[in-house]
């Protein structure tokens, strides 16, 4: 079945550095979603891309769908505390007629001032 | 607040037991999407209700079980229970039938812990 990898599993960053996080899916992906988790907390749907090679920007977060649709990546830019948290990629899958979305494995964030 | 309830926010149970955990999700969304997250692990799609009928079906044990009710509620029932169903339940909604549709974004829950000794 459809496997939906995420790395790295745990990044330990400062508060303004940069973090990146990277998903790639052993299948073709008709879009993908991002979603964060904080500490306690349920997952918060953060965005949708839909097309090959789109990049969407959310204040300080960019994030981007590979060309072959397989890939994405989410980069934060100047970190901050608030951003402490699991970020998890999450791809559909067609099952017959139905679809679920699989979620990849979560890259979990810590923030230090 | 994503509008998505779920009860109880706890459940302490023995092996051997079963529970009910309930759903209800936002106003206007007819699907509800039943997870599962183990400790330190990712989100494992259980099963999805459509408007009162079984949608799609993910890594659900046979001791498990779930239904949607006419007024769109959910309930997850596990039964027979083991210390390894130890988890967060969690619970989401979206308006349509096809999960990872464009728009067809899941809320989450605040989820139910449930502890089994």
């Known amino acids: 079945g459809q496997q939906v990898m995420q790395i790295p599993q745990y990044q330990h960053v400062q508060e303004g550095e940069d973090f990146t996080t990277y998903c790639n899916s052993s299948?073709?992906?008709?879009?993908i979603q991002w979603y964060k988790q904080r500490p306690g907390g349920h997952p918060v749907f953060l965005i949708q891309?839909?097309?090959?090679?789109e990049v969407k920007k959310q204040k300080r977060l960019t994030f981007q769908f590979g060309e072959a649709k397989k890939n994405s990546s989410l980069h934060i830019t100047a970190t901050q505390t608030t951003d402490v948290g699991t970020y998890f990629c999450?791809?559909?899958?067609?099952?017959?007629?139905?679809?679920?979305?699989?979620f990849g494995t979560g890259t979990r964030l810590q923030v230090t001032l | 607040d994503s509008g998505v309830t779920q009860t109880p926010k706890h459940l302490i149970t023995a092996t051997g037991q079963r529970v009910t955990l309930r759903c209800s999700p936002r106003?206007?969304?007819?699907?509800v999407y039943w997870y599962q997250q183990s400790l330190d692990q990712g989100l494992q799609f259980l099963i999805q209700?459509?408007?009162?009928?079984?949608?799609a079906k993910g890594n659900i044990l046979e001791r498990f079980s779930a239904q949607q009710f006419p007024d769109l509620h959910s309930e997850l029932n596990l039964s027979s229970l083991e210390l390894g169903d130890s988890a967060l339940y969690f619970c989401?909604?979206?308006?349509?039938?096809?999960?990872?549709?464009?728009?067809?974004?899941?809320?989450f829950g605040p989820g139910t812990r449930l502890t089994v000794t």
């Open positions: 299948t073709t992906l008709s879009n």
């Open positions: 999450a791809g559909p899958a067609l099952t017959g007629t139905a679809s679920k979305l699989t």
């Open positions: 891309l839909v097309k090959s090679g």
């Open positions: 989401a909604s979206s308006v349509s039938a096809l999960a990872g549709d464009p728009g067809n974004e899941q809320y």
């Open positions: 209700y459509y408007n009162g009928e079984e949608r």
């Open positions: 106003s206007g969304d007819l699907s």
